[in-house]
């Protein structure tokens, strides 16, 4: 029973220590992404959060593929595409992201309401068993900042997802140009 609370007790704080960043933009407020973004003063890298990520044994039956990343000018945050997909017979949860590429790399959705559409962060992503959740435009997606100095178009970037199990997936992606509309 110790084994399991252990594992237990440490993904738990692998999942808050890679969140860190994530909790201090959320304390900004909606995060809606209005003109005053740019503005905001987000948490830099976590070290120690992408360490421990770094750590987490690789998922058996969670799997990414297709990743792209729409690249923007900085400060503009850029967005993260791809399709992950869930082999095992549970439901596996996304609880937190990390990349040695960006700065800050947190999950969003995109809603529409009242014919306005709007961008809010979320803290977990469920993937149904056997089933797949694609992130892309106007949906799911990632939110990515502080891209480090000398990322380019046509660069790979790499993402890391860490599930609530205890395991981690890992996206290689395209850096692509601000005018993509998907990976070619």
């Keep these: 029973m110790k084994i399991k609370f252990t594992r237990i007790a440490s993904t738990l704080g692998l999942a808050l220590a890679l969140m860190q960043p994530a909790a201090t933009a959320w304390a900004h407020g909606d995060h809606g992404h209005g003109d005053s973004h740019a503005a905001m003063a987000h948490g830099g890298h976590d070290a120690a959060a992408a360490a421990a990520a770094a750590n987490l044994p690789v998922s058996s039956h969670v799997t990414a593929d297709a990743c792209w990343i729409r690249q923007l000018p900085k400060p503009t945050p850029?967005?993260?595409?791809?399709?992950?997909?869930?082999?095992?017979?549970?439901?596996?949860?996304?609880?937190?992201?990390?990349?040695?590429d960006y700065a800050d790399v947190m999950l969003h959705q995109t809603t529409e309401e009242n014919g306005v559409s709007k961008m809010s962060m979320i803290h977990q992503l469920t993937i149904p068993a056997g089933q797949r959740v694609e992130l892309k435009p106007g949906s799911y997606h990632l939110m990515l900042e502080g891209p480090r100095d000398g990322l380019t178009v046509g660069d790979e970037a790499h993402v890391r997802f860490a599930l609530g199990d205890g395991t981690a997936v890992d996206a290689a992606c395209k850096v692509m140009s601000a005018k993509a509309t998907r990976k070619e």
């Excluded at 850029?78 to 040695?100: C, D, K, M, R, T």
Aim: no cysteine; glycine share 18%; aromatic share 4%.
């Design 78 to 100: 850029s967005g993260g595409f791809l399709v992950l997909h869930n082999q095992g017979g549970e439901p596996a949860v996304i609880a937190a992201v990390a990349s040695p």
